[in-house]
């Protein structure tokens, strides 16, 4: 079975979940970068036949607004989809109900669903290393329900959310005097809200707070705000302790 993906990935941490499962589940197809903006994801297109595995992060319990308005543009035309949202150890809330419902919107037929934890963009600290080795294995087995329930066509997966679904919010990274104007920040904006010719210029109605700038940065010369991000942290140390687990969603059976 192929599988082709359409990931939305400005740190990482989603497209290795997603890697997973797609090498795991069969051959991997083509792959679409909805974090690329010289893509025209209007010529993306699909057909029944087709197997495709939709991946985004949850931010705050959301899907990126970017990453919705990209996949709206795709042309699913009633290909089955798997979906994926990875989340950094709190909870992904509205995220696979929010992405079942714009991947619908695109023509799409939604055939199963995973939750995966994957290390915190914001506070790193947070699911250190995950997904880790229990982690790959357990999606790996994932998998395999997944590819028996597309063989099956057995319909789609009841998810969790709620709709209206809960606002979402960001923050937006500012350089420090150690940028160099190097312009790479600028050039992977998933948003294009750096000014490539002075990148200290950030256009805050576009930036959704992916943190890609300050992942990739290579003189780490980009930083969320001092006191929101100290704040920031001490909450998600508290709301995200513990150990969270991966969920799969699958048809109910009958």
Same mark, same amino acid.
């Given at each position: 079975?192929?599988?082709?993906?359409?990931?939305?990935?400005?740190?990482?941490?989603?497209?290795?979940?997603?890697?997973?499962?797609?090498?795991?589940?069969?051959?991997?197809?083509?792959?679409?970068?909805?974090?690329?903006?010289?893509?025209?994801?209007?010529?993306?297109?699909?057909?029944?036949?087709?197997?495709?595995?939709?991946?985004?992060?949850?931010?705050?319990?959301?899907?990126?607004?970017?990453?919705?308005?990209?996949?709206?543009?795709?042309?699913? /035309?009633?290909?089955?989809?798997?979906?994926?949202?990875?989340?950094?150890?709190?909870?992904?809330?509205?995220?696979?109900?929010?992405?079942?419902?714009?991947?619908?919107?695109?023509?799409?037929?939604?055939?199963?669903?995973?939750?995966?934890?994957?290390?915190?963009?914001?506070?790193?600290?947070?699911?250190?290393?995950?997904?880790?080795?229990?982690?790959?294995?357990?999606?790996?087995?994932?998998?395999?329900?997944?590819?028996?329930?597309?063989?099956?066509?057995?319909?789609?997966?009841?998810?969790?959310? /709620?709709?209206?679904?809960?606002?979402?919010?960001?923050?937006?990274?500012?350089?420090?005097?150690?940028?160099?104007?190097?312009?790479?920040?600028?050039?992977?904006?998933?948003?294009?809200?750096?000014?490539?010719?002075?990148?200290?210029?950030?256009?805050?109605?576009?930036?959704?707070?992916?943190?890609?700038?300050?992942?990739?940065?290579?003189?780490?010369?980009?930083?969320?705000?001092?006191?929101?991000?100290?704040?920031?942290?001490?909450?998600?140390?508290?709301?995200?302790?513990?150990?969270?687990? /991966?969920?799969?969603?699958?048809?109910?059976?009958?």
């Amino acid at each position: 079975m192929q599988i082709h993906a359409l990931w939305f990935s400005p740190t990482g941490g989603t497209a290795r979940v997603a890697d997973c499962l797609l090498r795991a589940m069969g051959e991997p197809g083509s792959t679409v970068d909805l974090t690329d903006r010289t893509v025209d994801f209007s010529q993306i297109v699909f057909g029944q036949d087709d197997v495709v595995m939709i991946a985004v992060p949850s931010f705050a319990g959301r899907v990126p607004a970017l990453a919705m308005d990209r996949l709206a543009r795709v042309r699913g /035309n009633d290909a089955r989809a798997v979906l994926v949202c990875a989340y950094g150890n709190r909870a992904y809330d509205d995220t696979l109900l929010e992405l079942s419902d714009g991947a619908k919107a695109a023509g799409f037929r939604i055939a199963g669903a995973v939750a995966a934890v994957a290390e915190h963009s914001v506070d790193r600290r947070i699911a250190a290393g995950r997904p880790d080795a229990a982690d790959l294995a357990q999606l790996s087995s994932f998998a395999a329900a997944l590819r028996q329930a597309l063989e099956q066509e057995a319909g789609e997966p009841p998810l969790p959310g /709620n709709r209206p679904y809960r606002q979402g919010g960001g923050m937006v990274p500012r350089a420090t005097d150690a940028c160099v104007n190097c312009g790479r920040c600028a050039a992977q904006c998933p948003a294009g809200a750096i000014d490539p010719d002075d990148p200290r210029q950030v256009d805050a109605k576009l930036c959704f707070g992916c943190l890609r700038c300050v992942a990739r940065c290579p003189q780490q010369a980009r930083v969320l705000p001092a006191e929101q991000y100290a704040a920031v942290c001490q909450m998600l140390q508290k709301v995200c302790a513990g150990h969270r687990e /991966n969920e799969l969603f699958l048809p109910a059976e009958g």
